[in-house]
């Protein structure tokens, strides 16, 4: 018997589970019981605690370039993770890794003063993004939200923000609320507030007024009852992190609306389709004016980059004796550069990567629906765009909010990922993640991706 064919079980100190059978991942496992002796759950991030979604261990990816990942073991793989959105050039897009060069060449400079790339990026989201006035950098995601949150509520003087049962911003107290896993409780109307993890103080989660989303009826009453104590509405365009839920026609337009006739701030957290969807990401797409957006993930094109932006009215307010904002790390210029040339690259030729982005992924979601269709399972494809996808294995045939995508059943999902994974494909294991595409995938990479999820549910068939 082969190395690789062999079969054990985690924890018997013995050896390791393979990942599937005929796909040797020995040393991501070994890397993985190294990692879970020093850092609790053997990833710095829940989101890449695989053994926790369902599967053994995490794949220790060593190399990527393109669309192409490569693991430990030498496992090739085409990528539709991306680094959870960031890559939206691909992996080592030699634009950035030039621009990345270069400044570090030009030494670490954290000047501490203003950096005239810092200028350029906010000048090109200005160019690219017309609805926006003024922007400041962070670094992460949720520190976006944070600030968003903050700005909001300083402007309006007001302390309450509506968000929506399961849509995620990042990870602050402030949101944790009934999203990531909490189970939806309470009527529809008017869901309970879940803490998302321990450790959030009682007085936080009363701030926080938590909605279903797609329901127009139930935010205009709640906001004609209580305009008065809410500073903020922040929502996710499309709801990308139980899958990808699109919003209903109009909603959004109207969300913005009544937003507007109360005195409250509507902040559009565009993190995952800022720069992904349109090149004015989902606001432009769906012809909003959010007060508000907060970017991240694609904006830095793999750098740890993050925007609050908007009106001029609100941002011009977050300067000092006003609103707080400040970072060691905020715009400093590796990032920057790194997101200079992202951007530099999308806009191109007037825009033509977006072209390309929005090819491939009708392409992807054409191929998966047929795929479900040959294969005669019990699943559904939603997607929007470039913003990204998901196949969910459910009878239902629309997922259109969290309750709904609570009746999926999420476990099998792992194992369809862990088939992908034996032939070539990577997606990560998780029901509610998505597929994402970025400009270095080929229509190649598609026709192997549709035909490697033709074999992975006809090997897993019986069992769905
Ligand atoms: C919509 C949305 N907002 C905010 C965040 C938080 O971003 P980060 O992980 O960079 O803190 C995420 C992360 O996935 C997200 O999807």
């Known amino acids: 018997m082969k190395e690789h064919e062999k079969v054990y079980h985690l924890g018997t100190g013995k050896g390791y589970i393979e990942y599937t059978s005929g796909l040797n991942t020995r040393k991501s496992w070994e890397l993985f019981q190294r990692a879970v ?113 903050r700005f909001a509520r300083a402007y309006t003087g007001k302390d309450k923000i509506v968000l929506f049962e399961g849509h ?150 977050v300067i000092p004796g006003k609103i707080f904002h400040a970072g060691t790390y905020d715009a400093n210029p590796i990032a920057m550069a790194a997101s200079l040339a992202t951007l530099t690259v999308l806009s191109a030729n007037n825009y033509e990567a977006y072209k390309r982005l929005n090819k491939l992924a009708e392409m992807l979601k054409e191929g998966l629906e047929e795929a479900i269709e040959k294969t005669r399972i019990k699943a ?10 998901q196949l969910y294995f459910t009878e239902l045939k629309e997922i259109k909010d969290y309750r709904d995508f609570l009746k999926v059943n999420q476990q099998k999902y792992p194992r369809y990922q862990m088939e992908l994974m034996k032939r070539g494909v990577y997606v990560r294991p998780l029901q509610a993640s998505h597929e994402f595409i970025s400009v270095a995938h080929t229509e190649e990479d598609i026709v192997k991706h549709i035909s490697a999820s033709i074999e992975a549910i006809e090997a897993i068939k019986e069992s769905l």
């Not at 073991?73 to 890559?87: S, T, V």
């Not at 559904?380 to 996808?389: K, R």
Request: glycine share 10%.
């Open 37 to 149: 002796k020093v850092i609790p759950g053997g990833a710095s991030s829940h989101a890449r605690c695989w053994s926790y979604l369902g599967v053994p261990y995490p794949i220790n990816f060593v190399k990527g370039k393109g669309s192409k990942i490569w693991d430990a073991d030498g496992n090739e793989y085409i990528d539709f993770c991306l680094a959870m959105g960031p890559l939206i050039l691909g992996h080592g897009h030699p634009e950035i890794m030039k621009a990345v060069k270069d400044q570090l060449d030009r030494g670490l400079t954290m000047h501490a003063g203003t950096d005239e790339l810092e200028v350029k990026v906010a000048e090109k989201i200005v160019q690219m993004c017309p609805h926006i006035d003024m922007v400041r950098f962070s670094n992460t995601g949720t520190e976006a939200t944070l600030y968003a949150i």
């Open 168 to 317: 995620y911003h990042g990870w602050h107290d402030y949101v944790m609320v009934s999203n990531i896993g909490a189970p939806a409780l309470g009527p529809p109307w008017s869901p309970y507030r879940i803490p998302s993890t321990w450790g959030i103080p009682e007085d936080v989660i009363k701030t926080v007024i938590v909605l279903p989303w797609n329901d127009l009826e139930v935010l205009e009453k709640t906001i004609n009852r209580r305009a008065d104590e809410i500073a903020a509405v922040i929502s996710e365009p499309v709801m990308m992190n139980v899958g990808c839920i699109p919003p209903k026609d109009g909603y959004l337009q109207e969300m913005q609306k009544i937003c507007q006739q109360n005195d409250i701030v509507f902040i559009l957290d565009e993190v995952i389709t800022g720069f992904r969807l349109a090149p004015g990401g989902a606001t432009e797409y769906y012809g909003l004016q959010p007060d508000l957006i907060t970017y991240g993930k694609a904006l830095g094109g793999g750098f740890p980059v993050s925007a609050i932006a908007g009106k001029k009215e609100i941002m011009e307010n």
């Open 380 to 389: 559904i494809y939603q997607s929007v765009g470039a913003a990204g996808g």
